[in-house]
């Protein structure tokens, strides 16, 4: 059985260069997967290539079962998969509501039902609806980055570094946020610089390195780990 959202030995890159070495990255519907490994280690080539934005060279993305390598990042929106990037996740000039409706274009329906379900989630979005996102704190961006990926009401929710930047509280309360989603029946797969923080919430973990799956289990197994800790952990 794959899981529901599977890269199965991805091998791709930028131009001639391989950036993914024949990594493998699966997460399951109510679960947190993390990726963690050092700068540089392709993690977010990862991300692109499980989305569609980069064609790999081998391997194969599958979900629910279907092999989806050959679709467009397009097509995997339509069938339910979102994705926040690293970098310009929101439109810093258009308000807060703004940005969920951007979320909401692909949604024939219940666009009002799912922002009041993010209002919901992210109680201060909705008193900062009719503010520029440009405006807001760091936390508060990347709160609006996700609830605009949740406009779509994905299956998977796949996030690159979601914490970048923000107060220890803050990430803290992201997290509990984000388990919340993936309870509720997503799949979500992040990225995290905060790796010890992120691997206590990952139902499976992946501390990836030049490409390659170095080590992987559940995030609690990997802080076991003496290796994982001294090596990427700090200690
Ligand atoms: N668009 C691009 N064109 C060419 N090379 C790229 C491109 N994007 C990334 N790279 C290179 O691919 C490698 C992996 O980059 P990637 O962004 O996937 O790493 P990462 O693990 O996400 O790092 P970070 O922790 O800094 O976000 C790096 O050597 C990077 O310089
Ligand atoms: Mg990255």
Redesign the pocket.
């Known amino acids: 059985m794959t899981a529901f959202l599977s890269g199965t030995n991805m091998v791709g ?3 001639v ?1 391989d ?2 070495r024949g990594c493998t990255i699966e997460v399951e519907s109510g679960q947190v997967a993390v ?1 963690v ?12 290539a499980l989305f569609g934005m980069l064609k790999l060279r081998q391997g194969t993305v599958t979900l629910a079962g279907e092999d989806i390598t050959a679709l467009t990042p397009q097509a995997r929106v339509a069938k339910g998969m979102s994705f926040v990037p ?1 970098t310009d996740n929101v439109f810093a000039s258009m308000t807060v509501e703004e940005n969920l409706e951007m979320g909401g274009l692909t949604q024939r329906e219940g666009v009002q039902d799912t922002m009041a379900q993010i209002y919901d989630l992210f109680p201060v979005l909705k008193e900062k609806r009719y503010q520029p996102a440009g405006q807001l704190s760091g936390g508060q961006r990347q709160q609006v980055a996700v609830g605009r990926a949740m406009m779509t009401r994905p299956k998977v929710l796949m996030l ?2 979601p914490t970048a930047g923000v107060s220890p509280v803050v990430m803290d309360d992201l997290f509990d946020r984000i388990i919340d989603i993936a309870r509720s029946g997503v799949a979500v797969l992040m ?1 995290e ?1 905060n790796a010890r923080q992120a691997l206590q919430i990952a139902d499976r973990g992946y501390v ?1 390195v030049q ?1 390659e799956n170095r080590y992987s289990g559940s995030g609690p197994e990997l802080l076991r780990q003496e290796d994982v800790r001294k090596s990427f952990l700090g200690g």
Request: no cysteine.
């Open positions: 890159g930028y131009g260069v950036i993914l990726i490994g050092p700068n540089g280690a392709g993690k977010s080539t990862g991300m692109k690293q690159d570094e990225v610089q990836l490409g």
